[in-house]
């Protein structure tokens, strides 16, 4: 079964340094990857998407993503985070180009002190 | 001008009971999805219509009915309430496989 690893559950970071969250995935085929991220209280909202091309992404409020496939990663990072990028983060895994569902990972808790 | 709007946002409710959470979406996708948020935070698919037709169905207990009569809208009918359904309940459309889905704001039901 098609599954999304984060294994950093908690994360508790200072103001301006720099963010990586692991994401693994186990399908071996096409995969369209996703990172959201959860701000509290809020519903999810998309940061960056990966399904083709550049391995590196970059999204919105200075994120970026590299996909590698031979480790079957998708790495989220930010060279300096804020006190507002406090939230949940979940890398998002769905597979091929028909109709599939999109499979989360269980999420990581990020902590920004000030 | 909200794109997935989802009510009512918070459901207290009894056991037993039965409930209904709409969702409408005003972006014209094709594909609309039901998602559980437990306490843990973990996301699951529940449900999946593309043009009214349910395409997916995961192995949800009978007591969950999706309804889309259109595709605009993708509601959720819950009959005998139990404690563990207590959740928050997503709701998302997506135009497609590349574009990822865009969430409503959820309901939070509370079974007590």
Redesign the interface.
């Known amino acids: 079964a098609q599954s999304v690893s984060q294994h950093n559950h908690h994360v508790i970071l200072s103001e301006a340094a720099s963010l990586e969250l692991g994401c693994n995935y186990s399908y071996g085929g096409t995969v369209n990857l996703f990172w959201y991220v959860q701000y509290p209280g809020q519903h999810l909202q998309l940061l960056l998407k990966y399904f083709s091309g550049d391995p590196l992404v970059k999204g919105i409020k200075g994120f970026e993503a590299e996909f590698i496939k031979s480790k079957f990663s998708f790495n989220l990072r930010k060279p300096s985070v804020q006190w507002s990028d406090t939230a949940e983060y979940f890398c998002a895994v769905s597979k091929g180009r028909g109709f599939q569902k999109l499979v989360f990972g269980t999420g990581t808790r990020l902590l920004v002190s000030p | 001008d909200t794109a997935v709007s989802q009510t009512p946002k918070y459901l207290v409710t009894q056991m037993g009971n039965d409930k209904s959470i709409k969702c409408e979406q005003n972006l014209g996708h094709d594909?609309m999805?039901w998602y559980k948020q437990d306490s843990?935070?973990?996301?699951?698919?529940m449900f999946?219509y593309?043009n009214k037709e349910l395409?997916?169905n995961?192995t949800v207990p009978n007591r969950f009915s999706p309804k889309s009569p259109d595709k605009a809208h993708l509601n959720l009918h819950i009959n005998s309430l139990e404690l563990g359904d207590s959740a928050v309940y997503?709701c998302a459309s997506s135009p497609g496989?590349?574009?990822?889905?865009?969430?409503?704001?959820?309901t939070r039901l509370t079974v007590v």
Do not use: D, P, V
């Open positions: 594909t999805y843990k935070k973990f996301l699951k698919i999946s593309n395409i997916i995961e997503f496989q590349t574009h990822g889905y865009t969430f409503g704001s959820g």
